[in-house]
Each structure stands twice: as C-alpha cells, then as structure tokens.
C-alpha cells in the first residue's frame, strides 16, 4: 500500500500521466504513455524497494523486483 501511494505522488510529481491500474498481492501495473514507461517503470522500482525495506527492515533486496514494460498490461 506504501508502494502504491508513493508511485501515485510521484508520477504526478514528474507530470507523467498515468496511474496504477492493477494491484494483486505483490504486483503494481501501470498505465502510462509509451515514452514515459522506462521512467515510470524506474520510479516504480524505487517506490516498491522503498516501501518493502521500509516494511521489512534489514532484508535482502537482491532478486527483489522483476519489471516488465510491455505495450497492454494483458499480455
């Protein structure tokens, strides 16, 4: 949920339109313009990093995060 509130502010923050589309136990998708996906993927990263290490202090992050930009969430 931190994650999730965090890549809101910040994708509005940078102006990128767009929003989370999609949250199933520990998968954000987002919806955003084609040029802006490397970014906003970067920013979700940071966000989910953020909030686990926030959430769960003093844990490996190494292998923690797979992101996929891909051109319909569906797919």
């Known amino acids: 949920m931190l994650a999730l509130s965090w890549i809101d502010a ?8 767009g929003r989370p589309v999609l ?3 520990d ?3 987002l919806e955003v313009p084609e040029a802006n ?3 906003a993927g970067a920013m979700l990263v940071d966000c989910m ?3 686990f290490v926030t959430t769960f ?11 996929r930009i891909q ?3 569906m797919a």
């Open 10 to 17: 910040a994708l509005s923050e940078a102006g990128i339109t």
């Open 23 to 25: 949250f199933v136990h």
């Open 27 to 29: 998968e954000i998708a």
């Open 37 to 39: 996906a490397a970014r």
């Open 49 to 51: 990093t953020r909030a």
């Open 57 to 67: 202090p003093n844990t490996p992050i190494t292998g923690l995060l797979e992101l």
């Open 71 to 73: 051109a319909a969430w």
